[in-house]
């Protein structure tokens, strides 16, 4: 079974239990799947209306995130344990100035290929030594290979970044799978909003597919038709289609929830 099919099964509560058959299980609620939630967040910001995401990941990754769609555009209301999010119909606005990324680096890499929409944008981070040090080197030749300019300040495609000159119209480009899955996603995003669409080649050895089958996943449950080859290497998404918002719920996260589901058992059980 797929990893985005296994992830997107587990269920928004769960029953774990130690000792005798006679102990009472303990009954937890999983937080959101930060994955998913910044997925389903990003296609509702591209599509056109409202839609509303359920259980979405608590993080500093979501918060981000909500702050630069703002920027971009789009209306996010927090709610308890929902968000509404009212799109921008895949025309973000420019900001109107650097979005801030935090320690965010999930958000950076998706929001720079939705960023190639603009005639200019910048990100920044007040976290030089983390993020700040994280190249997206492969992403931006993917970038410029499609006629957009992009500056980094720092060798390898370190922040602070600046895209110019976009929207392009799509085409063929080839980026690197090796360094990391998150390139490919945000290529994913972008392609279906530019006139040509996208013929994406992953080069190199795809890490994380998991994470680019999560994407896919996202996008068909957004409308978005890509044609993928069984292993992800080369994906044909066509262009000017438009995001579908819709009601959507993150799924549980099992690892994220793991020292929860300790703490609850020796809260139940007394301990060791």
Not at 115 to 137: I, K, Y
Request: glycine share 12%.
């Amino acid at each position: 079974m797929e990893y985005a099919d296994t992830l997107a099964r587990v269920p928004r509560r769960v029953r774990v239990s130690a000792g005798p058959p006679s102990a009472a299980p303990v009954r937890l609620a999983l937080p959101g799947s930060k994955y998913y939630t910044l997925r389903y967040a990003l296609a509702a910001l591209l599509a056109s209306g409202e839609s509303v995401l359920r259980h979405p990941a608590i993080s500093d990754d979501t918060a981000v995130l909500v702050d630069a769609m703002r920027a971009l555009g789009g209306i996010v209301t927090i709610e308890r344990d929902c968000l509404r999010i009212t799109g921008c119909g895949g025309r973000p606005a420019t900001p109107v100035g650097p979005l801030q990324m935090g320690n965010a680096g999930a958000v950076l890499r998706l929001l720079l290929g939705i960023g190639a929409l603009l005639p200019q944008v910048s990100f920044a981070t007040d976290h030089p030594d983390s993020l700040g040090q994280r190249p997206n080197a492969d992403l931006l030749d993917a970038l410029r290979a499609l006629g957009v300019t992009c500056e980094a300040s720092e060798p390898g495609g370190r922040l602070p970044i600046t895209l110019r000159g976009g929207p392009p119209r799509g085409g063929a480009v080839s980026v690197s799978g090796a360094s990391s899955s998150q390139f490919v996603s945000a290529l994913l995003f972008l392609a279906p909003l530019l006139a040509d669409g996208l013929d994406i080649q992953v080069l190199g050895e795809a890490r994380s597919g998991g994470f680019i089958a999560a994407t896919l996943r996202v996008q068909a449950e957004a409308g978005i038709q890509v044609d993928a080859a069984p292993d992800r290497r080369r994906l044909r998404v066509p262009g000017d289609q438009a995001y579908r918002p819709g009601e959507w719920i993150a799924p549980g996260d099992v690892p994220s929830a793991a020292a929860l589901i300790a703490a609850g058992l020796v809260t139940a059980h007394g301990g060791p």
